[in-house]
């Protein structure tokens, strides 16, 4: 479940403060590590508003165990009496702990630890583990030792996450199979799983991981031309918690670093020295796909600089070509060439900002009408109504028509006032021009048939019937003894799914 979905349930279902569901939401959405350490499915439980009972509202598979639970249970209400052991942990605040003796790591049926936001219960992690793991011997007894370790301090109202994951999407972060270290408090490695091992190999390590101080590792295999980051001096000196990469030759490792200090017995049971728990996950090609995506986004910036750049010159010399030009037509023909172009660039423009996919259509007519130039009229325009994002394939012919038919209304029906009123409905959006100009005709017609065959209505017609398969409709606003006072163009243009864009 996304944490946008965790987050909607605990504001519908519980009382919590907006601080106290930012917790759950994060441990909701970065807990995957600590069911993978506990070989376990976990379920977050919360407390109701009406103190009935508890609502799931996340649960988590282990990617190191087979899962326990078959189905999901998120939503499920637990009414109070139903499962005590959630309720004791809710009201006493203490976890309900079920081991073996002889086996004094695993767990037996179903456990529930608090999560503690201060002095105050705000929820209750079920663990379901699974009774036949998939990893054993020592590296089972790491990810069983950490496990509890987590769980003490959620229990204890301790973080044990990084501040810094604001910038990283739940699936980037490593898990348990990608590779795990662990550091002792004196920051030396005294136990790496064979990936972990793996990945600094590929880095040229040759030594063993094992009985080296964490530090020298790292500062050895960085080749970083910046040298070592903050996070990653901070992390390899052990008694941290951090996420930082680490550059070396031939790999890019992601590192994570748990900093366990759990209180003592919380678990019902010493869960052990304070140590560094790491995570190491081989990033390497993701990395450099990464840097080529912004070496192609520089390109493209650079390439849409100057494709503007080359706009504003052709502009130009159209601009001084007209001043020269001694046929009243031509100086025209030049001017309106000048305009267009000048449409086309902030059309341009506008891509080349939100991403040359979609394009917010409302605030692109609003620019377009900056570009309307004429000195002999005071021009009063106005846009209405909303059409929001729209594929580029579709919003750029349409601004360009529109643009045409706001050049028209000012050029030849001389109108002091233009309205867009934009729409949006499923399947399909509408664009329409009005002005108070020289009325059209006395009843509405297709583009087809309106008597006046200019190279702006040609334009219109090519981009929005020939291109976009659309519909053009010419029609007064006002008849007045059988003659129109002004002109409505309506564009209406089919919408797929694709181009709708938002």
């Known amino acids: 479940m996304s944490v946008g979905n965790v987050s909607k349930i605990l504001q519908e279902r519980t009382e919590l403060p907006v601080e106290a569901i930012a917790v759950l939401s994060s441990l909701a959405s970065n807990w995957s590590l600590l069911a993978d350490f506990a070989l376990s499915d976990l379920v977050l439980w919360v407390p109701t508003w009406n103190e009935g009972g508890m609502v799931a509202v996340a649960q988590i598979r282990p990617a190191t165990a087979p899962t326990t ?87 204890g109202g301790q973080s044990w996450l990084p501040e810094s994951l604001d910038g990283f999407d739940s699936w980037e972060m490593p898990r348990a199979g990608d590779g795990v270290m662990r550091l002792d408090e004196s920051g030396k490695v005294d136990f790496a799983s064979p990936n972990a091992v793996s990945s600094f190999r590929k880095m040229g390590l040759a030594i063993d991981l094992v009985g080296q101080q964490f530090f020298d590792i790292v500062k050895r295999m960085s080749i970083a031309p910046a040298g070592m980051s903050a996070s990653l001096v901070k992390m ?24 366990l200090c759990p209180g003592p017995k919380i678990l019902g049971h010493d869960t052990g020295a304070h140590c560094t728990v790491v995570v190491i996950k081989d990033v390497t090609d993701v990395r450099e796909h990464q840097k080529e995506l912004l070496s192609k986004d520089a390109i493209i ?40 172009i000048g449409v086309i660039a902030t059309i341009h423009d506008a891509l080349s900002l939100e991403g040359a996919t979609s394009i917010d259509f409302d605030a692109l007519i609003e620019s377009l009408f900056g570009l309307i130039h004429d000195e002999s009229v005071e021009l009063e325009t106005e846009m209405q109504g909303s059409i929001g994002t729209v594929n580029s394939r579709i919003a750029t012919p349409v601004a360009m ?69 659309g519909r053009v409709e010419i029609k007064p606003t006002e008849l007045i003894d059988g003659v129109g006072t ?5 564009i209406t243009v089919p919408l797929s799914r694709r181009d709708a864009g938002a």
Request: charged letters at 20%; hydrophobic letters at 45%; one cysteine or more.
């Open 236 to 259: 390899a000196r052990g008694d941290a918690t951090a996420i930082a990469d680490l550059d070396g030759d031939g790999a890019t490792l992601m590192l994570a670093s748990h900093f």
């Open 69 to 155: 639970l078959a189905e999901d249970v998120v939503g499920s209400f637990a009414p109070r009496g139903r499962f005590h052991f959630l309720d004791q942990a809710e009201v006493l605040g203490r976890a309900t702990i079920t081991r073996d003796a002889a086996r004094p790591l695993s767990p037996i049926g179903v456990e529930a630890i608090p999560v503690k936001w201060g002095d105050q219960v705000i929820g209750v992690i079920a663990r379901h583990c699974s009774e036949a793991p998939r990893v054993a011997g020592q590296l089972e007894q790491v990810y069983l030792e950490s496990a509890d370790a987590i769980l003490a301090m959620i229990a």
């Open 401 to 469: 028509a529109v643009s045409e038919l706001i050049h028209n209304s000012v050029k030849h029906a001389h109108a002091t006032k233009i309205t867009v009123h934009a729409k949006r409905d499923v399947g399909q959006l509408t664009v329409c021009v009005s002005d108070n100009g020289i009325g059209a005709t006395d009843s509405s017609m297709s583009l087809s048939e309106f008597p006046t065959s200019g190279l702006g209505l040609t334009i219109v017609s090519d981009l929005i019937v020939s291109e976009l398969n």
């Open 301 to 340: 910036k650079e390439i849409n600089h100057r494709v503007k750049n080359n706009l504003q010159m052709v502009t130009s010399v159209l601009r001084l070509q007209s001043r020269r030009a001694s046929d009243p037509g031509v100086t025209e023909a030049l001017r309106d060439a000048q305009a267009r």
């Open 486 to 490: 002004g002109t409505m163009v309506e």
